[in-house]
């Protein structure tokens, strides 16, 4: 399978890393949908809701409320919303992105936030991200509180796999987010282990794996250069890694450079096997 780009849109006040579309107009959030396309995002993933650390959670209310300029694109324009994302712990968001034929719900606590979302998706014809995050809230924090997060990780799949296979979620429709920086670990240590075990998750699942490393803090700890959250070059290393290590699906705030990475790339590694493929220059 192809490496697929999924776009971050987030239409929040408070996202991480400044980039919040918050109380956008409809055309301005529609030249945002547009250039994320056009710079070669697979997938676009809408947030309404913030889970970095010391963020404040917002109810089913204030979600649909920040997504209503997202809803009134829909009857003007022909997307191709299948290959739109939600972001979201709340069934009745995901509800309302699946009325809007979105084909994808992330769910940053892994269905332990809203128990009816498990059984909610297996009613549905939907991807489903089911992602890690040491709270079962889906809210990062920069505790330094745990020991062996590999093991807590697997732990957490197999017991949230089970249920959703018993709800009757369906293989096809589950993809593994092993969670990164703050939602696993205060430890550079233990996000970069975990990069490094996406083929044995790949084994043991069977499932694609979805990674969202770009921007992360800690991957400013790992260069003498972290300046004002600009990670672009960081995000980059990281996603060329998880891409080589077999991830599927790669979340990212830069689209257009991370594209070109992957095509420029494997073009140089594997020239003289795969020059018909490389773009003439």
């Avoid at 940053?108 to 709270?135: H, T, W």
Wanted: glycine share 6%; charged share 20%.
């Amino acid at each position: 399978m192809t490496v697929q780009l999924i776009g971050v849109l987030n239409l929040t006040p408070d996202s991480f890393s400044g980039d919040g579309l918050l109380n956008q107009s409809v055309p301005s959030l529609q030249d945002k949908i547009e250039q994320s396309l056009n710079e070669g995002a697979d997938w676009l993933d809408f947030g309404a809701q913030s889970t970095s650390p010391n963020a404040t959670l917002q109810s089913v209310d204030t979600e649909l409320l920040r997504l209503q300029p997202l809803w009134e694109l829909f009857p003007r324009q022909h997307y191709a919303a299948n290959y739109f994302s939600l972001d979201t712990f709340y069934h009745q968001v995901a509800a309302k992105a699946i009325e809007h034929g979105f084909g994808m719900i992330n769910d940053v606590s892994g269905g332990r936030a809203d128990p009816e979302m498990l059984s909610f998706i297996a009613a549905q014809n939907v991807k489903y991200v089911m992602m890690y995050c040491k709270n079962a809230s889906g809210f990062a924090d920069l505790k330094d509180d745990q020991d062996n997060p590999l093991q807590k990780l697997v732990d957490f799949f197999d017991v949230q796999l089970d249920k959703a296979y018993q709800v009757g979620i369906k293989t096809s429709q589950l993809i593994l987010d092993p969670g990164m920086g703050a939602f696993v670990s205060a430890r550079w240590e233990d996000s970069v282990h975990i990069l490094q075990q996406i083929p044995t998750l790949k084994k043991r699942y069977g499932l694609p794996i979805y990674i969202g490393a770009s921007r992360k803090g800690y991957l400013a700890k790992m260069t003498r250069y972290d300046r004002d959250k600009q990670r672009l070059g960081a995000s980059l290393a990281a996603a060329l890694y998880a891409s080589e290590m077999g991830a599927e699906f790669l979340r990212v705030h830069d689209v257009l450079p991370t594209r070109q990475l992957l095509e420029v790339y494997p073009c140089i590694k594997n020239w003289r096997e795969h020059q018909q493929s490389c773009a003439e220059i």
